[in-house]
């Protein structure tokens, strides 16, 4: 029990409270010096950032392009056009006699597509289209149902198997296509073959299973395109209605089987039946084929099993071409309730080294290849050339008759035929590189050399050492100002009451002079200054150097008269461009030289190494952000005063409590006193 001066008529609180604010200084001191340690830790941390921006700024550096940089420049812009990597060498070409340019190859069909090319709406389904086309000669709709399916390959191997649907067969062979990466596999029936050759791929058609010559490597993907003879609908009602959707339009009542509990239907004409109704005399629903709505007379229940096994209206056609990277050919097959555009724009975005076009006005296709260049033997327009020398391939009923390409005309397909440095030659392209040089052929030209010169790009090499001096700078003027700072040792780190005290201005202005002067001529930054100086001034030996240039200074960059910038870098622009322009590659040698001990690196390579050394210094005291605090040397520090400050507060309870009790003591000894002398003065008054 804490008696406040009843006794005595003192303030015990304010006494106990003054007597706990001396005894708390030398916690406060603790407190403040874990504050500015950890300001002084998080500065080296910026320090640290600082040269992992730079060290990456010397990565750059390291770049060829850096050193290299390739300036062209050609004699007739109008007939060749050329750019050059830092890989192309210091030389020149000369183009002459430009035969022809590369083509790509464009095959137009035979005539158009519908009766009334301009009264047709493409975005309208083919089914709806059907009557419409100019060639309807034997034109049939197959049955069955299309699949598109990717598998991924997660185990290497050379078996997979397709999630083909219980009681469904593949149907035909012709209508699938098997691509892996940008590569086609030849599709042929496992019935009677072991072993698939190179580039084929063996497929069961019963249970989907797939098996290539090779084992596919993990992480590829298998993408498939198949038909199946049937297509099974799954599904379980969500709530009490007569209505069924089919996932597909289109739908052929033969061969058509659905099961709602334990009853099984069929369709015809528009009907649907029970299956034991041989005489089709009582219809339970309708079927609209069309759109694939199923209307049963009598409600199904919630939560009913329905399954619809059925076959839909397609069609299929293969397409492809002869590309740089082999043949190329993919089966598509194609909904009857799908549009006319949507089957353009499934060819258009298979990559299968052709784009399909048509045209609403004449109401013509054409399939463009999308590269140039010969691959498939003789180049169109040659007298060798036939129609087995064809770049583009189109195959199926649907594409050859409806879409009238059997009839079509294919033009182009041609590689570009020139003469270069006196060599005659061919390329697939009109554009092409040649030791690092990409030529661009622009028209057919002859009677005319073209020279196109390969130089250095004095100015851009310039501009790049000049952008990293700037950047050293910046580092080594950072640097400086921290080691030069004030530091104002009055102003410690405020405690939560000087805060309360102040405005937030003063705490700003007062926080400024604390913070100042954090690594004012600390050891490990005043070393890093030094070493990278050293860096910079030592010579790089190395005999393909001219000894006249290998110290920075002899090619114009020196270290400037003002020894308080702590070494920062000017450059004589005249000078470093003279030296560019005379000998680039001993200035590319004076940075980025390989050598095995430090006098034979390059100037590049001593700062990576003195930067690396830095910042595993900075890391070993400072840490980073992924560190706990034991894992570093300031680190551990603050742990100790972090326990230090948590030891003394518990001395702290213990020291209030030992005032109080002496206060309390104190309090009852004086009221005890107080008591005696009442009874001594009732006692004296009451003899008289």
Do not use: C
């Not at 940089?69 to 750019?83: D, H, I, K, L």
């Not at 009598?298 to 939560?303: F, G, L, Q, R």
């Not at 005696?676 to 009451?686: A, E, I, N, T, V």
């Amino acid at each position: 029990m804490r008696i406040g001066g009843l006794a005595s008529g003192m303030d015990i609180d304010s006494l106990v409270a003054d007597l706990m604010k001396a005894e708390r200084l030398p916690m406060q001191k603790m407190q403040q010096d874990r504050t500015w340690m950890t300001w002084q830790r998080d500065a080296f941390r910026e320090v640290n950032t600082k040269f992992l921006n730079f060290r990456s700024e010397l990565t750059k550096m390291k770049l060829s392009t850096t050193f290299r940089s390739r300036m062209t420049s050609t004699t007739n812009e109008n007939y060749v056009s050329a750019t050059a990597t830092s890989a192309a060498g210091l030389s020149s070409y000369t183009i002459s006699d430009v035969k022809k340019l590369a083509t790509a190859a464009t095959k137009v069909n035979g005539g158009p597509v519908f009766q009334d090319a301009k009264s047709i709406d493409t975005r309208k389904s083919l089914a709806e289209l059907q009557s419409r086309f100019s060639n309807t000669t034997d034109f049939k709709w197959e049955q069955g149902s299309v699949k598109k399916e990717t598998v991924n390959v997660d185990k290497e191997g050379s078996v997979f198997k397709l999630n083909l649907q219980t009681g469904t067969n593949i149907k035909n062979i012709e209508e699938m296509s098997v691509k892996v990466g940008n590569t086609y596999f030849k599709v042929v029936d496992a019935a009677g073959n072991t072993k698939p050759l190179e580039g084929e791929v063996l497929i069961d058609k019963g249970t989907g299973e797939l098996t290539f010559n090779e084992p596919l490597k993990t992480g590829s993907d298998i993408k498939v395109n198949y038909t199946t003879d049937l297509q099974i609908d799954t599904m379980k009602t969500g709530a009490e209605g007569k209505t069924i959707k089919l996932s597909n339009q289109g739908i052929s009542e033969d061969e058509f089987e659905m099961k709602i509990g334990g009853e099984t239907y069929k369709a015809k004409g528009g009907n649907i039946y029970l299956s034991t109704d041989s005489s089709f005399a009582n219809p339970q629903g309708t079927i609209n084929t069309e759109t694939g709505v199923i209307t049963r007379n009598e409600a199904i229940p919630k939560d009913t099993d329905v399954e619809v096994t059925y076959k839909y209206d397609y069609t299929s056609f293969r397409v492809g071409a002869h590309t740089k990277d082999g043949e190329k050919e993919e089966a598509f097959n194609i909904k009857a309730s799908q549009s006319f555009d949507s089957m353009i724009s499934q060819v258009n975005s298979a990559n299968v080294g052709v784009s399909m076009f048509y045209d609403s006005v004449k109401g013509q296709m054409t399939l463009n290849r999308t590269e140039t260049g010969n691959f498939n033997g003789n180049e169109h327009g040659s007298t060798d050339y036939s129609t087995n020398d064809q770049e583009i391939i189109t195959k199926g009923t649907f594409i050859q008759n409806q879409l009238q390409f059997s009839t079509g005309t294919e033009t182009g397909g041609t590689d570009a035929h020139f003469t270069i440095n006196g060599l005659e030659t061919t390329r697939s392209s009109n554009s092409f590189t040649i030791s690092g040089v990409t030529f661009n052929l622009k028209q057919t030209f002859s009677g005319e050399d073209v020279k196109v010169n390969i130089s250095n790009d004095s100015n851009t090499v310039f501009e790049n050492i000049k952008g990293f001096v700037e950047k050293y700078n910046e580092l080594i003027g950072g640097i400086q100002d921290r080691l030069q700072e004030d530091r104002y040792k009055d102003y410690r780190p405020l405690t939560d009451k000087q805060r309360e005290e102040m405005s937030d201005k003063q705490q700003e202005l007062w926080e400024e002079k604390s913070k100042s002067g954090l690594l004012r001529r600390d050891s490990t930054l005043s070393s890093a200054l030094n070493d990278m100086r050293r860096d910079f001034y030592t010579p790089v030996n190395n005999g393909e150097i001219p000894s006249a240039m290998q110290q920075l200074a002899s090619i114009g960059i020196s270290t400037t008269a003002n020894y308080l910038e702590g070494g920062k870098l000017e450059i004589n622009e005249a000078k470093l461009k003279k030296a560019i322009e005379e000998n680039p590659e001993a200035v590319e040698k004076l940075f980025k030289n390989d050598g095995t001990g430090y006098g034979q690196q390059g100037i590049l390579d001593r700062l990576t190494d003195t930067a690396n050394k830095v910042m595993d210094t900075i890391k070993t005291k400072a840490g980073n952000t992924f560190q706990t605090e034991n894992q570093y040397t300031m680190g551990r520090q603050l742990d100790d005063l972090k326990d230090r400050i948590s030891s003394f507060e518990k001395r702290l309870v213990q020291v209030e409590d030992r005032y109080w009790r002496q206060f309390t003591a104190m309090e009852k000894a004086i009221q005890r006193a107080n008591q005696q002398s009442m009874y001594l003065m009732q006692q004296f008054g009451g003899g008289m």
